[in-house]
């Protein structure tokens, strides 16, 4: 089973969903419409909750998971990621916060209470340290990602790009599995 409910908590999807058969979903975990998650994708809300906003794509090998609540950190953190947002190939997103219309470039690793607001790039390999906050508008690089620059205005109306020719990508893959 690909897609299994933990604790009682059964995954939970939108409209026009693409999760690739190798994926893994479990637990408390929502996502928006037009979302895709790609192959050898982890994504495991079993003990705090994931929400995934629409037209956000999680690329292939991805692992998205949470901190839960203990002694050491009472309330855990949950994963939370914005609409249009495109997460790279074999990223680590764990118990973070994510906005909207952001691309994590691939590899890249984002800890526990970090917190990427709206409208940036995180380019690929970079680590943002548990607790840092990544202002919006400005390109980040590097480990620990230091701010680079801010976003042109070709890059800001990348987010939005991206965001549709991964539902268009994912739609065709729809096509494909139902003409199977």
């Not at 408390?28 to 790609?38: A, F, I, K, R």
């Not at 901190?67 to 249009?84: E, K, R, V």
């Not at 020719?165 to 994912?170: H, I, Q």
């Amino acid at each position: 089973m690909k897609i299994r409910p933990f604790r009682g908590k059964q995954p939970v999807f939108g409209q026009a969903v693409f999760i690739d058969p190798t994926a893994v979903v479990i637990g408390d975990v929502e996502l928006g419409d037009n979302c895709s998650v790609w192959p050898q994708t982890v994504i495991r809300g079993d003990m705090h909750r994931i929400r995934i906003g629409a037209r956000t794509s999680i690329q292939d090998g991805s692992v998205l998971h949470i901190t839960h609540a203990g002694p050491f950190n009472p309330d855990g953190y949950p994963l939370q990621i914005g609409d249009d947002v495109t997460v790279g190939h074999k990223v680590l997103l764990h118990g973070c916060s994510v906005g909207s219309r952001v691309l994590i470039g691939m590899g890249s690793i984002v800890m526990d209470g970090a917190v990427i607001q709206d409208e940036v790039i995180l380019g690929a390999g970079s680590l943002v340290p548990a607790q840092r906050t990544l202002e919006s508008g400005y390109l980040y690089m590097g480990s620990p990602a230091k701010q680079i620059r801010p976003l042109t205005e070709k890059e800001l109306s990348f987010f939005t790009y991206t965001a549709g020719n991964y539902v268009r990508l994912k739609d065709e893959h729809i096509a494909a599995f139902d003409a199977v």
